[in-house]
């Protein structure tokens, strides 16, 4: 549990715009509740001097300022609300491979070529989470092995073609499971078969975001919460202010992701924030647990608006699923996300759920990640379209190299072209409505 708690949520995006105040609990989640202590800290009240300021303590400032700190950077991290409020602290806890689109996508754009710079990297975030909780001994319930489960044979075939892919990319830890192998993973008559990334796996994910904060902090970092920066003059240095307080910086890292808000006017016109929704159940007794998820991995289904679920370390479902685009908190979360639980495993019908919350993501038309830079001293990395536990680790890495001045790995995602939403911003939220209908009947009927 927590230490400490204020008083209730905000949204660090209008923060930005300086239209909230510093009211900034943890979403109401089963993460907040179980999460490991934790300190309160300071916020910024007084202007101060860095080499590098990370605006968000989220997996991608926060992987970013481990990264600098151990290449001898001195870094100062400004969190809006708390450390890991954002989805890095409410997410899904899957460890997924690869990026949103794959790499096969990447090949088309930028040809084969410069497609294997990506493909030698689609399986280092996951590395990097590992190298992490094992040197800083961050304890968030890290478990081996995640599924994709079809619900087709179209799908089917489409991960037959996704295993041949990573594996000429070198993930060896890849395994086809048919549909009686897949009822040893998963106790459901839903799919037709799966397939098991033993490199895959899944975590606590708060716990993974404070385990970090903790490090950054023990390598001489400096961690500010409830410090939304409300307007950032350009320049070199540059200089970011805070209500309270300023930090003036050789360089910048954008790190606000689905919560920046207008606060970087250049990275708003091709994203999207878009909300999806998790419950927890009760703890399941031990014969229930490992009824519904003997291997204990965590399971993804292939639809364009997938459902994703796992075990907590204390045997609760974590069940997710939907998408909710330009992220409006929908009122009641159980009824959207309960019956999708009940769909795979009707089993569980008297099980109570005793949490249920929202988080947002942030999405490209492209469903790549955006990076870049802006004039010769911000840096940004967003838009992972809700896949990023992995992106965002190796994004904090790829950081740290261009600021080293090797920039090669970092141009490569910064070369990834990025197109507006159709309709533009009041029409973007319809048109992908429509988009997603399109694959959800095409998904229902498997065609
Ligand atoms: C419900 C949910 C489930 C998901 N499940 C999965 C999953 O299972 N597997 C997976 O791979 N991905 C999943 N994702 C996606 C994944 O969580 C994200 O891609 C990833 O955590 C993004 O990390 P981030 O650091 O870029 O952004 P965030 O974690 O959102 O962090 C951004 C931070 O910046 C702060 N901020 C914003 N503006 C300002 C400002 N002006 N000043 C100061 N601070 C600011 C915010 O308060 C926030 O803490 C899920 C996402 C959600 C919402």
């Known amino acids: 549990m927590l230490e400490q708690t204020r008083s209730s949520e905000h949204d660090a995006g209008a923060a930005a715009s300086g239209i909230v105040d510093a009211a900034v609990e943890h979403a109401p989640s089963y993460y907040a509740a179980s999460a490991n202590p934790s300190p309160v800290r300071d916020a910024l009240t007084a202007d101060i001097e860095t080499d590098v300021c990370i605006i968000g303590a989220g997996y991608t400032g926060l992987s970013s300022a481990l990264h600098l700190l151990e290449a001898g950077f001195r870094v100062t991290v400004l969190e809006a609300a708390r450390v890991g409020w954002g989805a890095s602290g409410r997410n899904g806890g899957q460890i997924v491979n690869s990026y949103s689109r794959d790499i096969d996508v990447i090949e088309k754009t930028v040809g084969k070529k410069d497609a294997a710079l990506f493909g030698d990297m689609a399986f280092e975030g996951g590395r990097i989470i590992r190298e992490r909780v094992e040197k800083y001994g961050i304890r968030c319930d890290l478990k081996d092995g995640g599924v994709f489960a079809a619900l087709n044979d179209k799908q089917l075939k489409e991960i037959q073609h ?253 070369s990834l072209p990025h197109l507006p939403f159709p309709g533009g911003h009041m029409l973007r939220v319809p048109f992908s409505m429509l988009g997603a209908w399109y694959y959800t009947v095409r998904d229902k009927f498997g065609i």
């Open 162 to 414: 996704q295993k041949a892919l990573w594996e000429r990319y070198g993930n060896d830890q890849l395994e086809m499971l048919s549909q009686s192998d897949m009822r040893n993973v998963v106790d459901t008559d839903q799919y037709v078969g799966g397939l098991l990334d033993k490199s895959g796996g899944h975590i606590h994910p708060l716990n993974l975001a404070l385990g970090e904060a903790a490090a950054v902090e023990s390598l001489g970092g400096k961690i500010y919460e409830d410090s939304a920066v409300v307007r950032v003059e350009r320049g070199e240095p540059v200089k970011v202010f805070t209500e309270k307080g300023s930090v003036t910086a050789s360089f910048l890292i954008v790190a606000g992701n689905a919560y920046l808000g207008g606060l970087v006017p250049e990275l708003k016109a091709k994203s999207m924030p878009c909300g999806t929704q998790v419950i927890a159940t009760e703890p399941l007794s031990d014969e229930q647990a490992s009824a519904i998820l003997p291997q204990d991995y965590c399971v993804e289904d292939c639809n364009y608006l997938l459902d994703y679920y796992r075990l907590s370390g204390d045997k609760r479902l974590i069940y997710g699923g939907g998408v909710v685009y330009g992220a409006r908190d929908p009122s009641d979360i159980n009824a959207i996300i309960r019956p999708k639980m009940l769909k795979t495993f009707p089993q569980l019908e008297n099980v109570k759920i005793d949490y249920s919350w929202t988080g947002n993501f942030l999405m490209t038309l492209s469903r790549l990640p955006q990076v870049g830079r802006i004039g010769n001293n911000i840096y940004y990395s967003q838009g992972c379209s809700g896949h990023g536990v992995t992106y965002t680790h190796l994004a904090g890495r790829l950081m740290s190299e261009v600021l080293k001045g090797q920039a090669e790995r970092f141009d490569a995602f910064a």
